[in-house]
């Protein structure tokens, strides 16, 4: 292999590092000569999902040395999955954000990475979802920066400061300009109802413009707002209603029914909900489709941890991953 082309080498090693980093990590330890060669490519597609503050640091330090080591070219991440972090010291209450020094530290070395990564990455999934609430970890408010090439985001949970909600997507950013110009896959997974009430499409389409596919999770009837703005352009004949204009595709997942049936109440609220759904795709305009719940777990951040990366390492790979179409149950026009 020592004969082979630089050249090849990347080329390899790039179709290898598709795991999350797991190959990169492997690479680095065969010999120095692989570490040199495969530099600019194990850092093709990051994992970040242990939940560990140190860990981030870690990595930060580790690219931010090999980029500086870098000869021609530097080395780059395209595919980045990342989620907020546990406290390693526990606290009883939220401290005050001033008063704050570990979530201080953890949003200079998500704010340092993401300086270094914005311009180059095509795919993108943001984990919130670590309770208890006081012990995580947020990840910090990224607005401001700019994903020219980014084509595909996923964003799981709550809390999310980087989200387009009411006030907060402008955030210090004058540039008029789309953040996500390249953007066309956007998935939303709530799993509570935090971000749910200041969801606005019009935000979503001034930042993103090109959206294809738009899929949105674990909806519930605490969503009414979300349903209510979807509905605006949803089951309208007027193109302009639709703040995507290339739009092709709505995918929606209602939660799965509660896990206790002597919570009658809850259980014939989700039941109407879903039925209400149904009734949506049924006078739908567009290209809806709704997807089967998943059965609810206890651990449920977790669960939507993992799926998140389970689905993220798919796509890498080729797989359709929550963009699965022929698993769902089409209504309204075929796109």
Request: glycine share 6%; net charge positive; aromatic share 8%.
């Amino acid at each position: 292999m020592d004969k082979l082309a630089f050249e090849l080498l990347e080329e390899i090693f790039t179709l290898a590092c598709t795991d999350g980093g797991h190959t990169g990590c492997s690479l680095s330890l065969v010999s120095k000569y692989i570490r040199d060669a495969s530099r600019t490519s194990r850092f093709y597609s990051i994992s970040l999902v242990s939940g560990s503050a140190r860990q981030l640091a870690q990595f930060c330090q580790c690219f931010s040395t090999t980029r500086e080591a870098a000869v021609g070219l530097t080395p780059r991440i395209r595919h980045l999955c990342i989620s907020s972090a546990h406290r390693e010291v526990e606290v009883k209450a939220r401290p005050k954000e001033h008063e704050d020094g570990e979530q201080q530290g953890f949003n200079e070395d998500v704010s340092f990475l993401f300086r270094i990564v914005a311009p180059h990455l095509h795919t993108l999934t943001l984990i919130h979802g670590h309770r208890p609430w006081p012990q995580e970890l947020r990840l910090p408010k990224i607005t401001t920066l700019s994903f020219p090439l980014l084509e595909e985001l996923m964003i799981v949970g709550s809390g999310m400061r980087y989200a387009p909600t009411d006030g907060i997507l402008d955030g210090g950013c004058s540039d008029s300009s789309p953040q996500l110009p390249q953007l066309v896959r956007l998935h939303l997974t709530f799993t509570s109802s935090g971000l749910r009430t200041g969801l606005d499409f019009q935000r979503w389409a001034a930042r993103a413009p090109h959206i294809t596919h738009l899929r949105i999770s674990n909806l519930d009837y605490y969503s009414s707002t979300v349903l209510a703005n979807l509905k605006v352009f949803i089951e309208s004949d007027d193109q302009e209603a639709c703040p995507f204009a290339n739009l092709q595709h709505i995918l929606m997942q209602p939660c799965g029914p509660p896990t206790q049936l002597h919570c009658l109440n809850s259980y014939i609220a989700h039941v109407n909900y879903v039925s209400m759904l149904d009734r949506m795709c049924q006078n739908a305009k567009r290209p809806l489709k709704l997807v089967k719940p998943e059965k609810r777990t206890k651990d449920t951040e977790n669960r939507f941890r993992m799926a998140a990366k389970r689905e993220f390492l798919d796509r890498l790979n080729g797989g359709s991953g929550c963009w699965e179409l022929a698993r769902s149950t089409s209504r309204g026009p075929e796109a």
